[in-house]
Nanobody
Framework: QVHLVESGGGLVEAGGSLRLSCAAS????????MAWFRQAPGKEREFVAA????????YYADSVKGRFTISRDNAKNTGNLQMDSLKPEDTAVYYC???????????????WGQGTQVTVSS
């Protein structure tokens, strides 16, 4: 079992920045790929970014490339998502996910955090 807890969400104006954190416990987080997804009301949960267990490979949705940066610190069992140049369309609940296989599909991930709200005003 891997237990994930997100933090760092909040309300920011367009163009601002937020840094989300994902704290993992229960297993060795360093052996799992991790990803961020987001879900807005009335929309399906969508892929945002993913990172391999070693941190050597990263993947981003086209909508966030150049603005978001995913990272991890396996020694601390944490993952992070730095979000810059935020837009109102980024407003959603953001979820951290982990699995042994990296993917951009929400169906692949077995472990999920509770989510943290990100609201971007114009």
């Amino acid at each position: 079992q891997v237990h994930l807890v997100e933090s760092g969400g909040g309300l920011v104006e367009a163009g601002g920045s937020l840094r989300l954190s994902c704290a993992a416990s229960g297993r060795t987080f360093g052996r799992y790929a991790m990803a961020w997804f987001r879900q807005a009301p009335g929309k399906e949960r969508e892929f945002v970014a993913a990172i391999s267990w070693s941190g050597g490979s990263t993947y981003y949705a086209d909508s966030v490339k150049g603005r978001f940066t995913i990272s991890r610190d396996n020694a601390k069992n944490t993952g992070n998502l730095q979000m810059d140049s935020l837009k109102p369309e980024d407003t959603a609940v953001y979820y951290c996910a982990a699995d042994q296989i990296i993917s951009d599909s929400r169906q692949q991930y077995a472990y999920w955090g509770q989510g943290t709200q990100v609201t971007v005003s114009s």
